[in-house]
């Protein structure tokens, strides 16, 4: 299948950037999208952006639009999540997932990374 790994998640003080990637491995030919997703303490997990592998179109949940950019890079099978503007409500764990081609769903999940914004 696909394997997933993150990384650039840490400490950042309020109104910071930080970029998380994503490094896809395995049977990367059958993605169709990946997507961003985070997790606050005491909170379900969110949909943040995601990227069509295809197409590269782009979607994103109101509370990041202007401040998150998703973007992939094809040749290396890597998702980024530039984050500027950070406020204490992006404090979360964030995960890599992909969706494939066979799928209606994100069914490959990364390990997660923690990001946390400080004061």
């Known amino acids: 299948q696909v394997q997933l790994v993150e990384s650039g998640g840490g400490l950042v003080q309020a109104g910071g950037s930080l970029r998380l990637s994503c490094a896809a491995s395995?049977?990367?030919?059958?993605?169709?999208?990946m997507g961003w997703f985070r997790q606050a303490p005491g909170k379900d997990r969110e949909f943040v952006a995601r990227?069509?592998?295809?197409?590269?179109?782009?979607r994103y949940v109101d509370s990041v639009k202007g401040r998150f950019t998703i973007s992939r890079d094809n040749a290396k099978n890597t998702v980024y999540l530039q984050m500027n503007s950070l406020g204490f409500e992006d404090t979360a764990v964030y995960y890599c997932?992909?969706?494939?081609?066979?799928?209606?769903?994100?069914?490959?999940w990364g390990q997660g990374t923690q990001v946390t914004v400080s004061s």
């Open positions: 395995g049977r990367t030919f059958s993605i169709y999208s």
């Open positions: 997932a992909a969706r494939l081609l066979s799928s209606s769903d994100y069914d490959h």
């Open positions: 990227i069509n592998w295809i197409t590269s179109i782009t």
